[in-house]
């Protein structure tokens, strides 16, 4: 046999390489397991009772539309599965399952919105507390000038509101100028008022009586409307600044006192400085009766004996509220586009 035919039936034997990274696939396999572990257990330790409560009561719902198992074909001994029924109603407790879950549901959104009211509650209580003390501010700076009588407190559901009586001291008889009393009363206020955080909505009201003798103010609503602003003006000058402010006039609509009250012509035409609430609505509706609840302690009393409308909704007022440039002097329509 020749050379070159033993070449031809020679077979080359290579040895076959061996794989020394195969243990990082089982590695990464036994890494994937555990991460996928870890992730299970921290999702079953944040549970959220009401949502699980009402998981529960759902599968209950779509899986128990009967309290008796399935009915099927004949089995051994010729006993139809349906001729006894398996009885699936009573649970631990010996109520219905779905009625025992709905139970859970129940409890559960009790004890949240119990603890939700009593949380609003403390909110509300420091709030007020929080009126008081801007209260009894306002009122000693206008007892070091002795003006302490020319303005009134209240609280309502819109938050702390200082009344400006708008007699004489303030305003003159269909007026919209700042008599000098007043504006050393605005001076005394604006300086707490730029203090705090709080938006501040200059209201004007005015009585029932109609607006005579006056060629500058079409009527009562464009009347209370330039007094308004005629204090929004006087604060932005003290530095409130003026995202801060609003101001708006109601008329009549907004009384404080019924017409055949003896104080309602005096009491009515006033101009409110709303403190606005920034709380939410469930807290601003316990306002009043934690405020009434409550004792003023050193600062001033607050209104009681009024038949307050200015924490209410009122569409005929929004409505009718005077566009404030229009109808006012030129000098204050300037301001206003502003």
Do not use: C
């Not at 019924?258 to 316990?286: H, Q």
């Not at 229009?326 to 204050?332: Q, R, S």
């Amino acid at each position: 046999m020749s050379a070159a035919h033993k070449r031809r039936h020679k077979h080359e034997e290579h040895e076959e390489h061996a794989n020394h990274e195969r243990w990082l696939v089982a590695y990464a396999d036994m890494l994937t397991v555990l991460m996928a572990l870890f992730i299970v257990l921290f999702a079953l330790s944040q549970v959220d009772q009401l949502k699980f409560a009402q998981f529960k009561d759902g599968l209950t719902k779509g899986t128990a539309a009967s309290n008796q198992a399935v009915s099927g074909n004949s089995g051994i001994m010729d006993a139809a599965n349906g001729d006894m029924p398996i009885d699936i109603s009573p649970n631990s407790t010996g109520q219905p399952l779905q009625q025992s879950i709905s139970s859970e549901v129940k409890q559960v959104l009790q004890r949240q919105q119990t603890a939700q009211t009593q949380s609003d509650l403390q909110d509300a209580k420091e709030e007020v507390q929080d009126y008081r003390e801007i209260e009894k501010q306002i009122n000693d700076a206008l007892t070091a000038k002795d003006d302490q009588d020319q303005v009134t407190y209240r609280i309502t559901s819109d938050g702390l509101i200082v009344g400006l009586v708008a007699d004489n001291v303030f305003f003159a008889n269909a007026s919209a100028e700042v008599e000098e009393k007043g504006r050393e009363v605005l001076d005394v206020i604006a300086p707490i008022l730029a203090q705090l955080p709080n938006d501040v909505a200059v209201q004007g009201h005015t009585n029932s009586l109609p607006l005579k003798g006056s060629t500058r103010y079409r009527d009562n609503w464009d009347l209370s409307a330039a007094r308004a602003m005629t204090v929004v003006q006087r604060f932005i000058a003290a530095g409130i600044p003026g995202d801060h402010l609003s101001g708006t006039g109601y008329a009549d609509s907004r009384p404080l006192y019924p017409n055949e009250d003896p104080k309602a012509l005096t009491g009515n035409r006033r101009v409110d400085l709303v403190i606005a609430s920034p709380s939410s609505d469930a807290v601003k509706a316990l306002l009043p009766e934690v405020a009434a609840q409550t004792d003023t302690g050193s600062g001033p009393k607050e209104l009681t004996d009024t038949t307050d409308t200015a924490g209410a909704e009122n569409t005929s007022s929004v409505t009718s509220t005077t566009d404030l440039a229009t109808g006012i002097a030129p000098n204050l329509a300037a301001n206003v586009a502003h």
